[in-house]
């Protein structure tokens, strides 16, 4: 067992716990709680799946499924017989207790005590099927010779049809057909029992050939296995690398990566302040750009306005002569002059601006804080901050490189750990053994192949015997009726059906001399090949055979299971035949069929390299000191204060804006133009209406040169006024507030970046022991179903399984079906022969009768 215990050994070191797992699991949730803060409380960055590739597989030969064909039609007409010789369940607490009860030793006088009466008397029971079978074959045997004894004896006397005398009976023909077609049948089901037990002797030999072909397989396997396993061991140590370069990967990238988490953290503080102060600075120049609006188109107002009074004068005046004209006294048309004139004072100016202040003074003031560029203070704020990533990066340099020396230490762990065991030696011994162990078996195929040649002669003699019984019963039949002559008195019967009666006796004969010879066999392979069926192959099918194996305390009162003790001397542990054939059927690793997660303690060894206390102790050093981040200097902050000052707050805003809201002229010129046509168009035509048509179009003409710009600059200036006024709206009040998020923000980065560094790193480095987690669960999965997979351990079991039960004991248990119809099938064959004999053979003596006639038809 030495190799079992190295191959056992190889896989200790690449094992993963999962009780390890369940425990760094709890410490990272402990810590997690200590720090519950939901204003600080962050969730772990998602750690970034690694790609480890697919473990070496191994090809295994060996396809441990049998189809027996069409001879299976007869192994499951075996089985139908056996079960319903033998239909009780498999009795695995009977055979537990009688182990248990025997374990000192069978002796006589131990039979006595009740207990083991109960188990014999419960054994007795379930073997009754069995035993009634026996018992039949044992008194077939006894009583053949006897009877074949007493019937000879009774034959020499002339009696039981030793008589050379046939009466005359009217039926006789019917008798002979009668015997005749059942000796027949019987004849053919003795033949077909000699084929199939023929068929089961030959496919004994047939299938040993194939035999070969499984152990060439297994072995070929086996050697595959161990062939692999080193290769897939050096596998996963080296993925290792995988793991640890991603590490070193983001360990280059500490400062993007740790840096812009920090950043990110702090800047949920920092990033609002500086916009605020980024668009209070777009403001300052919305704000000049407006007061220069204001200023110009007050000026235009100013100016335009006192043009437009005079104008609009001079028209009023000018219109107001030409309705003094006598035509206007006509009776018809002296109405639509007075209504003309009557309009006239609506020809003036509405909105006066020359008492609106100007805003040169604010305006003076905007102008010096703008020499200062607020703007450029504030990307300067930005630069120091976003210049994070750098220093982390340049603070944490020599702790990089600490942390990239330990890794490399622990890859050199690793690598040394995994040459501590000579796994390639002993695999290779492991190979010659297997070699050898083949060789030595090679060497016996000679042997097996003349021992099944002597076996298969001996079952063909056997054979032989009943062949010759059923070629004395073929001939005595083929001699019998093609002699027979109906005509041809008892006496006078011809030599050819003479010899075929004589044909059937002697088969009679050697039918009373093999057939107890022939039943003992029987009855043997009976009662020794039904049991192994029943208690062996059936259970081993059905995996009820591992039950007793694994049955606790069964081998030794004080060993708990039988496996673990072999292989580990560790009875203790919950290691079963049964969990370890079925791990092995479904393909999985070695290391997780014999459960060597409780023999060997891998934790100390994770905690000690993978699972390094030392990684985060190194983290937990880190200081990234930001105190010579400056969101906005002195220059900026009083840049602010001065516009809060400009007074940009002191100006009339509604003096102004009740100006712009009226209108340029106290009514629209071109509606009044409008109206004054349509009177015009009311006089008669003359002077009076030429006249009223051109100061009509005058009108127009000072509304398109004069009012049109007017309204225009009033659209300006009240658009100007509203944005000042929405701007100085709290304006000391909002730099006050912009000055103390940017206090808050540097308040933050000088005194609190300590903990927010702490908080990020210890997430940065939940990230990378996220890459070893990976690793070691991968390595644990690993070892689970691709490292070591033992399939070709159930293949051997299944293999012998096949060889022992399906090839052998199904086809010995076939033979004795067989040759046992044969055997039964011969009583009959002795009565008809023996009574169709009587129709054939030449009698010495006949029924003579009066009129000399004689009818034996």
Known sequence: MLWTRWLVLLLWFGATSAEQQQQQDERDGHRAEVKSDPRRQRSSPPVEPLDFGFVPAAVYDTHAYYEPGTIGILFHMVHAFLYAVQPNSFPKDLIVRVIQQNMGGIKIEEWRKPENVLLLLQWIHYESGFLICAVFGIVFVVLTPIVA????????????????????????????????????????????????????????????????????????????????????????????????????????????????????????????????????????????????????????????????????????????????????????????????????????????????PDVNHALTNINTVLKVDLSNFVQKGYASFNDTSALVKEQTRNIVTGVKSMLDKIGSEITAFSKMFPVESSLANFTIFLNDRHKVIESFYPQIDQMDFYRWIACVAVLCTVVLILAFNVLGLLCGTCGYDRQATPTTRGCLSNTGGNLLMAGVGFSFIFSWVLMGLVTTLFVVGGNVEKLICEPLANRQLFKIIDTPFLVHPEKRNFLPGMLFQNPNIELTLGSMYRECYENNGLYHALQLENIFNINSFLNRTVYNKDLAKVFEGVQVDLKDIMLLDQAGRDNLMNFANAGVGEIDYPAYLVEVNKGVTVVDLLSFCSDLEDQADQLPRGALENALKGHASSIRTIHREQVVPLEQAMSTLSQSIKLLQRTSNDLPVKVTNILSAIDAAEYLITHNASHVVKQETKAFVQSLVGYFKQYTEWVKNSLTAEVAQCKPISNMVDSMEIVACSFIVDSVNTFWMGLGACCLLLIPSIIFSVKLAKYYRRMDTEDVFEDGQENWN
Do not use: W
């Open 149 to 356: 004894t007493c019937f000879c004896m009774c034959r020499c006397c002339d009696n039981c049809g030793g008589e050379m005398h046939q009466r005359q009976r009217k039926n006789a023909d019917c008798h002979r057909g009668f015997f005749t077609a059942s000796l027949i049948a019987t004849t053919i089901f003795i033949i077909l029992g000699v084929f199939v037990a023929y068929a089961a002797n030959h496919n004994v030999s047939t299938q040993i050939k194939s035999t070969r072909r499984l152990i060439n397989t297994n072995m070929r396997d086996l050697k595959t296995f161990a062939n692999n396993t080193p290769a897939q061991i050096e596998y996963l140590t080296a993925q290792y690398t995988t793991a640890k370069n991603k590490v070193l990967s983001d360990l280059d990238n500490i400062g993007p990566l740790l840096g812009a988490r920090i950043h990110s953290h702090l800047g949920k503080e920092v990033v609002p302040a500086l916009d605020a102060a980024l668009r209070m600075a777009g403001a300052m120049r919305e704000t000049k750009e407006a007061l220069e609006n204001v200023s110009s188109a007050l000026e235009i107002l100013q100016e335009g306005m006192g043009k437009l009074q005079a104008s609009l004068t001079g028209e009023r005046s000018s219109l107001s002569n030409t309705l003094s004209d006598p035509a206007c006294t006509n009776g018809a048309v002296s109405p639509t002059c007075n209504t003309i004139r009557s309009t006239l004072p609506q020809l003036g100016v509405n909105a006066d601006f020359s008492k609106l």
